[in-house]
């Protein structure tokens, strides 16, 4: 299984639960109440151990297609909320050390939000759609590959 394998399983029982549906996989589909996995980078390399391995990171985004209003209502409100509830999520798996699975030779060291709340990313008035969008990443100690002489 991939790290991008594991990062898709580790969001999509979330996404079953707040969303009722699969989350997509880098792909953002123009349809409201959708959630989206994003990759932006895999093992770039924050520090080098030269003979166990590195600390490496795995940036991600999630995107989330909501309705729009251009009315007073709480409509964008609602959606902002259920952005920031997302956030909250992925800060509370990081505190309960619940991480996703990068298999044998990898240790999770952090998953976090690089914000403070979501961003309103775009707002697609003709159709009624806002994407907001989270930007996260998981920091990782990844062992160094023996290398077998013959």
Not at 4 to 19: I, L, T
Not at 61 to 70: L, R, T, V
Not at 95 to 110: A, N, S, T, V
Request: contains cysteine.
């Amino acid at each position: 299984m991939s790290k991008h394998d594991a990062m898709k399983e580790f969001f999509q029982e979330k996404v079953e639960s707040v969303a009722r549906q699969t989350i997509g996989f880098n792909f953002v589909p123009d349809r409201p109440d959708t959630i989206s996995f994003l990759t932006s980078y895999s093992d770039k390399v924050r520090k080098n151990y030269m003979r166990v391995g590195a600390e490496k990171e795995y940036g991600f985004q999630i995107s989330i297609a909501k309705s729009f209003s251009e009315e007073t209502d709480d409509l964008n409100l609602e959606a902002m909320n259920f952005a920031q509830a997302m956030m909250d999520w992925i800060e509370e798996q990081n505190e309960k050390k619940k991480y996703p699975d990068f298999g044998p030779g990898c240790r999770i060291l952090k998953l976090e939000c690089l914000q403070n709340m979501p961003n309103l990313a775009e707002a697609d008035v003709d159709a009624g759609i806002a994407y907001y969008v989270v930007q996260c990443r998981v920091i990782y100690f990844e062992k160094k590959k023996r290398r077998v002489l013959r």
